[in-house]
């Protein structure tokens, strides 16, 4: 029995032992290959004695350095949250608020614009039970919304810059004018988003949802009373406009604000956006005025370019409306410019509108010269001057050299010649 027993627990300790090498062989199989075994398995022995020799191996062994930069961050956002734990169970809500704005801050810096929308959201909820007449809680809305647009996210931030300024109305500030400071932000900050709206909905070509956007930023301009802002909507809605006489009234008031402000490349524009509105409605004369005074304000801005192209666009005008001197002199201008800034295209095509208007300005009286030459010396010496010299048709009275005037002329020149002739004798 005694061998049995042996034998039993022999026979029990090799069952353990088959266990124990299984496990063994199980670990092995899974566990991680070193590097060595790695280049065993998958590259050649040659190539794998060299990688040792260069001392790659012994870097792929060694742990990745931290930079000290990326160390000096963590230790600041660990200062920060050990900050803010600190002071929420002090009950600080002041210095947890101010922790997490600068862990936000410090986030966006970085580029990390998720991570800080987090950091802005926690500071949110503590702002609100701050007790602070609520303005720390319209300074984050604000954040949230700056965060939101930097991620492209604009409906979002108009989301948030709108409720900053619904807070900053309610703020209950000792300072009127701290109030007031911070809904002027609030609007400013409504006015470029919801013009970026716009101008993203007109490149789908949403003209309908584009104008409820721009009267949107209007609102949002007129009610922190900022003039330049204001001007600048009115001209986006009158271009954005599809009737051309609802544009003219939103360019005027355009006009009227730069005029203002002294803004005279602003100026040139509401000029050359109403001369456009004008054309639209058969407004000959009004498009005209305007695009003249738009040249004025070109060339006191020294946009050379785009005087070059009004002038042209005035010379083509009057041509159309056969006043062909004032073409002539617009065409002219147009072809100086482009010499001037050595543009060939622009030179090529003035002189040829020059050519075209002079012909027309000269045609009128190349007409009534052929029709009155057989019967009017003056007619038919204006012929022969444009004809041998090309010269100006320009028709002058010829003198009769038989009339009484022609002829007592010529005697006193006779007589005049004939006492030069005996003063020079004696």
């Known amino acids: 029995r005694g061998e049995g027993e042996e034998s039993g627990g022999g026979g029990g300790g090799g069952g353990e032992d088959e266990e124990a090498a299984a496990a063994a062989a199980h670990a092995l199989k899974n566990r991680k ?17 060299l990688l040792e020799q260069s001392g790659l191996l012994d870097q792929l062994r060694r742990p990745p350095e931290i930079s000290q930069e990326a160390m000096d961050r963590l230790d600041y956002m660990k200062a920060n949250l050990v900050m803010a734990e600190e002071a929420r169970r002090k009950g600080d809500l002041k210095t947890v608020a101010s922790s997490q704005r600068q862990l936000a801050s410090f986030c966006e810096n970085l580029g990390e614009y998720e991570t800080a929308f987090g950091f802005w959201q926690r500071c949110l909820d503590t702002a609100k039970r701050m007790g602070d007449g609520r303005r720390t809680e319209s300074l984050v809305y604000a954040s949230l919304g700056h965060n939101t647009e930097q991620r492209g996210n604009l409906q979002e931030a108009s989301h948030y810059f709108d409720l900053f300024r619904e807070t900053a109305l309610k703020v209950e500030a000792p300072d009127a004018a701290e109030r007031a400071e911070l809904v002027k932000q609030s609007c400013s900050h409504l006015v470029r988003v919801y013009q970026q709206l716009a101008e993203a909905r007109l490149e789908r070509d949403d003209r309908n949802d584009a104008l409820d956007y721009y009267n949107r ?77 738009f040249v004025v304000c070109a060339d006191k801005t020294g946009q050379k370019e785009a005087q070059a192209e009004a002038c042209n666009s005035l010379g083509v005008i009057y041509n159309s409306l056969g006043e062909y001197d004032q073409a002539v002199g617009y065409f002219s201008q147009h072809y100086d410019i482009s010499r001037e800034q050595g543009n060939l295209g622009g030179l090529a095509a003035a002189a040829v509108q020059v050519g075209i208007a002079q012909a027309h300005a000269q045609l009128s009286t190349y007409t009534e010269c052929i029709k009155r030459a057989p019967t009017s010396p003056a007619h038919r010496v204006c012929l022969l001057n444009f004809k041998n010299a090309r010269a100006p048709l320009e028709v002058k009275p010829v003198e009769n050299p038989y009339s009484a005037e022609a002829l007592a002329r010529a005697d006193a020149e006779a007589e005049s010649a004939r006492e030069a002739r005996e003063a020079e004798e004696e």
């Open 217 to 293: 930023a209007l609102r949002m301009a007129q009610e922190s009373n900022d003039t330049t802002a204001v001007g600048a909507v009115n001209f986006r809605l009158g271009k954005t406009s599809n009737d051309p006489l609802v544009a003219i009234g939103y360019h005027r008031v355009y006009l009227e604000n730069c005029k203002a402000l002294g803004d005279t490349e602003g100026e040139g524009l509401a000029y050359s956006a109403l001369a456009d509105a004008h054309k639209q409605l058969g407004n000959t004369r009004d498009a005209i005025e305007c695009l003249e005074s």
């Open 33 to 49: 290959k070193t590097p060595r075994e790695l280049l065993a398995e998958h590259v050649a022995p040659e190539a794998s004695l």
